[in-house]
């Protein structure tokens, strides 16, 4: 009834048979119609019980009238049901073995499914986007409710198959096929996401650009107005490791600042992008220190590389030229 990655807007009551009104109100579960085949066409995992058949055929839909409603065929008609794990614990139990064989129905609206056995308790799978969690799910076969037809495909010749299937469907139908494919479907649901990512990636590359090169300016500026000093020093026997300390000490000082008031930022940030997903990962401390083990090491080999062009030469040359 619903494609997967779109969402189930179909919830309404699960009661089970027998269960006395003390246990509380019977839980809000979302109901995915589908046809023999789906579960295993899907490859959805069975955690305990069965599936549906694949082979077992599904009655025809009568002619609606006076004497027979829809809400009339739908409560008449036998049911199983298959329910994820969320389901079985939302409806209170704990192992699936406990709800196995229970009789159990659905109800939206003015419609009331049939009492039916639970057949099988499926694993948890993602309908929707991560941004949502799994909700509870019931399934049944019902052709009434059904709309969409899932089609599995190789992708060598697709567009030769695209063309038989066109053609097999205007033999059979007065209106035109629509169709979509799902792994396009579910990319879709995370293309913000990956917009995002892209342009917070263009935009950190432009920043550490930018502080590259404001770094070398500011580098070659301070050089220049300490071009006699380095010169004394270098003189009275100071090495190359050392005017690199003493050069660097004032930029590994603005480093540390720009980091500890960076961190709290970037991390609330993140903190504040990932709310929106029901499925978070943790945010590694260790990225934080790499960042910074990156970052001091491009200082280093920029400060060095200054600091060694602007003492290369002859240091007596430079006074006398200072002179």
Known sequence: MQVPSSEIRDSGPLEVEGRVESAGPAPMVDMQVVDPNFMRMMDIEMIAGVGFDPEMTMSEVPSFSEEITPADYLAAQPRSYVLNQTAMKKLGYSHPEELLG???RWSIGGFQLAFGPVIGIMKDYHQESLHHAVDPLVMTIEPLWLSNIL???ETAGLGQTLEDLKSVWNNRYNYALSYSFLDEMFDRLYRSERVQIRILSGLTLLAV???VMGLL???ALSLQSR???LAIRRI???NFASLVRLIGSRYLAILVLGTLAAVPFSYW????????FAYQIRIDPLVYVWTFAFFLALLVVIVGAQTWSATARNPISKLREEG
């Open 217 to 219: 300016a500011m580098l």
């Open 269 to 276: 940030a993140v903190r504040a992008w990932l709310a929106d």
């Open 102 to 104: 229970k009789h159990v």
């Open 227 to 229: 071009t006699k000093e």
């Open 236 to 238: 009275i026997g100071a």
């Open 151 to 153: 089609i599995k495909v």
């Open 209 to 211: 650009f930018i502080a």
